[in-house]
């Protein structure tokens, strides 16, 4: 059965500094997907990576994806207030893109000003 | 274009009663995936419909139940409700065809007492 972890579960960073979320899993897998979650909301896709060594960018977010190592890390830099919300990733294990979703038990990031 | 959109918004019942949510597929989306994300957890997989069939299922008892209908929407069926059942439900869609990603709708609140 396929285990996603996430970690730290909470993070509580000062505006301007930089942090890492890790995400690691437990089965092979060749994508992954980063969620934002604001308290009461749905899910907002933030990254969808698809291949070892996948890398992308969004403002002051950066996530990645090691399939060998079966780690994906969200790199939070300068942070600001509105980046506070919770974080997960997913796996497909199919890798199909349309397949059952496994999420990590999520990362809640709080932005102190 | 509309996307994935569910109703109601949020709903209240009884322990031992029985609710239906709806999903409604984004544009051009054919198969359909529900999630129930209790407080402090991430989502967990319950079932996916396409072409009328449940496709996958994850590890949830037989009181939930579903249904597509041809137009691609879909209903969640719960018999029996559980305080334990209290939760976000959120629905996505994705084409069936390997590679696109799935779309998540708002949510359904669902609170038993």
């Known amino acids: 059965e396929l285990k996603v972890e996430q970690n730290p579960l909470f993070l509580s960073m000062q505006e301007g500094k930089n942090y890492t979320i890790y995400c690691n899993y437990s089965t092979t897998s060749d994508r992954l997907y980063w969620y934002r979650q604001d308290p009461g909301k749905s899910l907002e896709s933030l990254f969808v990576?698809?291949?070892?060594?996948a890398v992308k960018q969004e403002g002051r977010l950066m996530a990645s994806l090691d399939t060998k190592a079966r780690l994906s890390t969200l790199h939070i830099t300068a942070a600001v207030h509105d980046l506070s919300a919770t974080y997960f990733c997913?796996?497909?294990?199919?890798?199909?893109?349309?397949?059952?979703?496994?999420f990590g038990t999520g990362t809640r990031l709080t932005i102190i000003p | 274009d509309a996307g994935v959109t569910q109703s109601p918004t949020h709903l209240i019942k009884t322990r031992g009663q029985q609710v239906t949510l709806r999903c409604s597929p984004k544009s051009g989306h054919d198969t359909v995936s529900w999630y129930q994300q209790a407080l402090g957890q991430g989502p967990q997989f319950i079932f996916q419909y396409y072409e009328e069939e449940e496709r996958q299922r994850g590890n949830f008892p037989d009181r939930f139940s579903g249904h597509q209908s041809p137009n691609y929407s879909s209903e969640l069926n719960v018999n029996a409700l559980l305080l334990g059942d209290s939760a976000l439900y959120l629905c996505?869609?994705?084409?069936?065809?390997?590679?696109?990603?799935?779309?998540f709708g708002p949510g359904t609140r669902l609170t038993v007492t």
């Open positions: 997913a796996v497909d294990m199919a890798g199909f893109g349309n397949e059952k979703l496994t």
């Open positions: 996505a869609s994705s084409p069936i065809e390997r590679g696109h990603e799935q779309y």
């Open positions: 990576l698809l291949s070892n060594g």
